[in-house]
C-alpha cells in the first residue's frame, strides 16, 4: 500500500512520515524483546514437556499389553461392561497469561488411579487382566492430565512465537525500506524545490538591480549616449561660406 500510493511532497507529510517510522521502529524493538521472552519461556516448557512425553509413552506401551490381554480373556462387550457406569471427573483450570499468551493450567487434578475397592467390582468377577488394564490405563490418565496443559501452553507459545517473528520480518523487510524510500523521496522533491527557489530569487534580485542602476540616470541618459556617438554636427549659414560647427546640445 505504502508503495503504491504517491504522497505529496511537503514538509506534513515528510513530518508524518517520519514519525511513522519511529512509530514502527518502536514496534520492532518491541517486537524483538517478545520474541526473545517468548524463546525463553519455550526453552523453560521445552525440557519439562520432553520428560512428560517420554513417561507417557513409557506408560502407553506399558498400558496396551493389559489391554489386550483383558480383550483377549474377556471379550469386548464384557469389558465394556465392566466398565460402567461411566467415571465423570471434575478438573479445576486456571487461566494464565504469558506476553499476550492465554492459556490455562491445572489448579487442581482429582486422584485418578483407584484401588479396588474404589472401582466397586469384584475381584473374582473381573480378574487379574481386567483389573491391571484398569489400572495401567488410569496412569496413563493420571501422565495425560499432567502434561495436557503444558503441552497447550507449548504449542500456543509456538504459535505466538512463530506469528511475531512473521511481524518482525514483514516490519523490517518490507515497512520500514517502503518508509525509508517515501522519506528519501520526500526530502530530495523538497530540496530540488528549494534550490530553485534560491535559483529564481536570485535571478529576480540581479534583475531588479539591473533595472535600478538603468532608471537611475534619468531621460538625458539614455540620450547623452546617443548624442556621445553623433559628436559634433555640421550646421550651413557660417559666415564666408563656410560651415558653422555645433556642439550637440548647444
Do not use: C
Not at 38 to 52: F, H, I, K, T
Not at 64 to 93: C, K, N, Q, S, T
Not at 114 to 141: C, I
Not at 150 to 168: D, K
Request: hydrophobic fraction near 40%.
Amino acid at each position: 500500500m505504502i508503495g503504491r500510493e504517491r504522497t505529496p511532497a511537503t514538509r506534513a507529510n515528510l513530518l508524518r512520515a517520519t514519525r511513522r517510522q519511529e512509530r514502527v521502529a518502536r514496534g520492532i524493538d518491541l517486537l524483538r524483546r517478545k520474541r526473545e521472552a517468548l524463546v525463553r519461556e519455550l526453552v523453560g516448557l521445552a525440557s519439562p514437556a520432553v520428560d512428560a512425553r517420554a513417561r507417557l509413552a513409557r506408560q502407553a506401551r506399558r498400558a496396551y499389553p493389559f489391554l489386550l490381554e483383558a480383550l483377549a480373556v474377556h471379550g469386548r462387550d464384557e469389558l465394556r461392561a465392566m466398565g460402567w457406569p461411566a467415571r465423570e471427573l471434575r478438573i479445576r483450570l486456571r487461566p494464565i497469561r504469558i506476553w499476550g499468551v492465554e492459556a490455562d493450567a491445572l489448579d487442581e487434578t482429582p486422584a485418578v488411579v483407584r484401588t479396588l475397592e474404589a472401582r466397586g467390582t469384584a475381584p473374582p468377577l473381573t480378574g487379574p487382566a481386567a483389573s491391571g488394564a484398569a489400572t495401567e490405563f488410569e496412569r496413563l490418565l493420571d501422565e495425560l492430565l499432567d502434561g495436557a496443559s503444558r503441552e497447550i501452553l507449548l504449542r500456543r507459545l509456538g504459535e505466538a512465537l512463530s506469528r511475531t517473528s512473521r511481524q518482525v520480518h514483514a516490519l523490517e523487510h518490507r515497512l520500514q525500506p517502503r518508509l525509508d524510500a517515501r522519506i528519501r523521496s520526500i526530502r530530495r522533491t523538497l530540496d530540488e524545490r528549494e534550490r530553485e527557489d534560491h535559483f529564481r530569487l536570485r535571478r529576480h534580485l540581479e534583475g531588479g538591480g539591473i533595472r535600478s542602476a538603468l532608471g537611475a540616470g534619468g531621460p538625458g541618459t539614455r540620450f547623452g549616449g546617443r548624442g556621445a556617438a553623433m559628436g559634433r554636427d555640421t550646421l550651413p549659414g557660417g559666415s564666408g561660406g563656410r560651415p558653422r560647427t555645433a556642439v550637440g546640445g548647444g
